[in-house]
């Protein structure tokens, strides 16, 4: 299994972005998915999830209202749209996936930088 994520790259505040993320490898939809992410100098932090029974999603607090996790499953990709961003957005965001019986994957990371 692999995860390969892209969409990254330089904005000024309040605007948007989109990351992907393909994952390779998985035939079922029955995975969970999330996106981390470590801003400079910071731990690992949540950003969104989505579960795989119901597609119930949730948020870090920070972030609500202006970022979406979504899924394409017969595409095999997960993305994070993300509007009106901010400085503290700024930080390395990974994809994750953990499959029912435990296994889990990380992709690479891609950098977001919001500056002006």
């Known amino acids: 299994v692999q995860l390969q994520a892209f969409g990254g790259g330089y904005v000024q505040p309040g605007g948007s972005l989109n990351l992907s993320c393909q994952i390779f490898g998985l035939n079922k939809d029955d995975y969970f998915i999330a996106w981390y992410r470590q801003p400079p100098g910071k731990v690992l932090e949540g950003v969104a999830c989505m579960a795989a029974s119901d597609g119930t999603s949730r948020y870090l607090h920070s972030v609500k209202g202006r970022f979406t996790i979504s899924r394409d499953n017969a595409k095999n990709t997960v993305t994070l749209q993300m509007n009106n961003l901010k400085p503290e957005d700024t930080a390395v965001y990974y994809c994750?996936?953990?499959?029912?019986?435990?296994?889990?994957?990380w992709g690479r990371g891609t950098q977001v930088t919001v500056s002006s």
């Open positions: 994750y996936t953990r499959r029912p019986n435990g296994m889990h994957y």
